[in-house]
């Protein structure tokens, strides 16, 4: 049963994430974590901070995203303190609490945004296997509403980065074939797409200690190597 439930998911089916009345399956239902108390806190501090200012750049994203203000709290002061950034990512989200989040706020005042960054999906694949189709639904959906949010900004969609140790990992198959599918947004107008997979693990698919030490979160070292890599595709949106 778990090899059926693992090659459906790599063909875009499946068994773990039924339709709900509606027709919508979980990666495309908005949903929050509002009874959670620190979630609930940082949803209305974002929406204070959206609310107060405009922003040029927005992060948005889960923990990996979040971890700007922790791990790469360093490389975050060197590259985008002086570029009038916000940071949307929340830890634990999927992208139906992201969908959620961008219809609740955090996008609020934001119209003149240049640049929107968007990093999800990982969550759905570790949280509950998702059907990768499904999650790339869900980052359509959040790609959607971050135009209608931001008409002029620019979207710069990064692949979802690699989870667990080794390539043939369950986790790392899932959002390979993730990757594949939000690949295809690209347009090379409004939605830009960059995949980082070749950066952050070494020549034999590895992903060391040294740049996620549990195979998920980046470390000091992995928010540099991804901030530099970012750079030159920054520059030629004119950021």
């Not at 949307?88 to 989040?101: A, K, N, P």
């Not at 189709?133 to 008409?151: F, Q, Y």
């Not at 995949?195 to 034999?204: A, H, P, R, S």
């Amino acid at each position: 049963m778990r090899l059926a439930l693992f090659l459906s998911s790599l063909l875009g089916l499946s068994f773990l994430n039924a339709q709900d009345a509606s027709g919508l399956h979980s990666a495309l239902k908005p949903d929050h974590r509002m009874k959670t108390a620190w979630w609930k806190n940082r949803q209305e501090a974002a929406n204070q901070k959206a609310a107060a200012k405009q922003h040029d750049i927005l992060f948005i994203g889960d923990s990996i995203t979040q971890g700007w203000e922790g791990a790469g709290k360093g490389t975050w002061q060197k590259f985008y303190a002086d570029r009038n950034a916000l940071n949307l990512g929340f830890s634990g989200d999927r992208t139906e609490h992201v969908i959620w989040r961008l219809q609740n706020g955090n996008l609020q005042n934001q119209e003149n945004a240049k640049l929107a960054i968007i990093m999800i999906g990982t969550n759905n694949t570790g949280h509950n296997s998702q059907a990768p189709h499904e999650t790339a639904a869900g980052i359509e959906k959040i790609i959607s509403l971050v135009k209608e949010g931001c008409p002029k900004a620019k979207i710069l969609l990064l692949g979802v980065f690699p989870r667990s140790v080794n390539p043939t990992d369950k986790p790392r198959l899932l959002n390979e074939v993730i990757n594949k599918h939000i690949s295809k947004f690209d347009d090379g107008e409004t939605v830009h797409y960059l995949e980082l997979d070749d950066v952050l693990l070494n020549d034999q698919g590895i992903l060391t200690k040294e740049i996620m030490p549990d195979a998920l979160h980046p470390k000091e070292k992995g928010y540099q190597i991804w901030a530099e890599s970012m750079e030159p595709k920054l520059k030629e949106l004119g950021l």
